[in-house]
């Protein structure tokens, strides 16, 4: 049981750092400060992945004056918040 606990926690540990590490280069040139919308645009721009880009979309709204800042917000968002990668506002049906 240990074994399959410290690989758990293994496994998770290498997950953050990959999010890290994918967040420092999605937002790579970016000029501060940005909103999440901004934050989203720079990452896609960037070729993010589908899990950074699912990060940032968690945010809360507002402005972000660092890299840190978003670190930090990232940290405190509860991961239940986190939207799918694929998940996509619904198009508003037209008026005709």
């Keep these: 049981m240990n074994d399959d606990m410290t690989r ?3 496994v998770q540990g290498v997950s953050e750092l990959e999010a890290r590490v994918g967040l420092h280069e999605a937002l790579g040139g970016a000029v501060f400060p940005l909103t999440r919308e901004e934050l989203s645009w720079v990452a896609r721009e960037n070729e993010a992945s589908a899990t950074v880009l699912s990060l940032l ?3 809360p709204p507002g402005e972000f004056s660092s890299l840190e800042a978003v670190a930090e917000a990232l940290q405190k968002a509860p991961a239940h918040e986190a939207p799918a990668p ?3 506002t619904p198009a508003a049906p037209s008026a005709r």
Excluded: P, W
């Design 8 to 10: 758990e926690r293994f």
């Design 86 to 88: 694929d998940a996509r």
């Design 57 to 59: 979309a968690a945010l």
